[in-house]
């Protein structure tokens, strides 16, 4: 594993893999589908960081295995958190040639834990060689993606939504 100094001046949030996001309080959920619908919650979970690049801050490099890229790309076509106005550009990409995102993944972990990653992050791991910490990896790997995708409106992909969550319905 090594460890890219990516330069840049261009300031970006950033925060260290696998400390706890503090981000938002909430989390919110769109349905995928109308775009419109929404629930959001206070997590009882603890959520971790994963995938917070930024210019100028190292990250560990190395190669991951291509089923974890294809999957983690599957869980962010069916599930849309925290997705709001405003873009978020790859600061470490040349100017003009940056991919845009909005919004974030969660992918429950062991007990009590959730990792909470920025939606560039495929593009952190295949165009800038991120490697995430193993146990990310794995927690990908072990989400029932067919669950996941068949999942529709007044549900949301993702196991650990309370049932007293706010829904917006319009």
């Not at 619908?37 to 997590?43: D, E, T």
């Not at 930024?54 to 076509?77: D, H, I, S, W």
């Amino acid at each position: 594993m090594g460890v890219n100094e990516a330069g840049g001046d261009d300031v970006r949030v950033y925060y260290e893999d696998l400390s706890e996001y503090d981000y938002q309080d909430q989390d919110e959920f769109t349905d995928r589908e109308s775009g419109f619908y929404a629930l959001s919650y206070r997590p009882a979970y603890t959520r971790l960081n994963i995938g917070w690049l930024e210019a100028g801050r190292p990250y560990p490099t190395g190669t991951v295995p291509a089923v974890f890229v294809e999957k983690l790309r599957a869980v962010q076509e069916v599930q849309w958190v925290n997705v709001y106005l405003g873009l978020h550009e790859c600061d470490l990409c040349p100017e003009g040639e940056a991919p845009e995102g909005n919004g974030e993944v969660r992918i429950p972990g062991g007990p009590g834990i959730a990792y909470a990653a920025p939606f560039l992050i495929t593009h952190y791991i295949t165009a800038h060689g991120y490697q995430p910490p193993q146990a990310f990896m794995d927690a990908v790997l072990a989400v029932d993606l067919d669950m996941w995708a068949a999942t529709r409106w007044p549900d949301v992909p993702f196991p650990w939504v309370p049932d007293d969550a706010e829904r917006m319905l319009e």
